[in-house]
């Protein structure tokens, strides 16, 4: 079964000023009795956390929350979105407790501030 797609209709570019990469911990590190501490390569494959914060109209929100609710399950299903960067085909899980959250822009809420943390796929 292929995954959901970000929808067209939303934005597909971050803003930059929130905009920050990490790569994902795919190293190990064993604290020795005496010596030094020992790593090894935990796992080729490991989620990259990638922090993301759009700008969306009133309507995009309404479009988002129906993908949110009915197309990922409310964040339980991985989908298929294009890297804000690379600008590459990558599929990403919303991570944390909080899947998202979302701020009102100035006082009259035509636009808001939708903030997630996306976790690349391996």
Known sequence: MANPQWPASLPDKVQASNYQERPPNRVLSSTMDVGPVKTRLRDKAA???LP?????TSEQVDTFEQFFEDDILWGVLP????HPRKRTPITVLLAGEEKYTLTPIGGG?????????WSIQP
């Open 47 to 49: 989620a990259a956390p």
């Open 52 to 56: 993301v914060t759009m700008v969306m």
């Open 79 to 82: 989908f298929d979105a294009t």
């Open 109 to 117: 809420a035509d636009y808001w501030r939708v903030s997630m943390n």
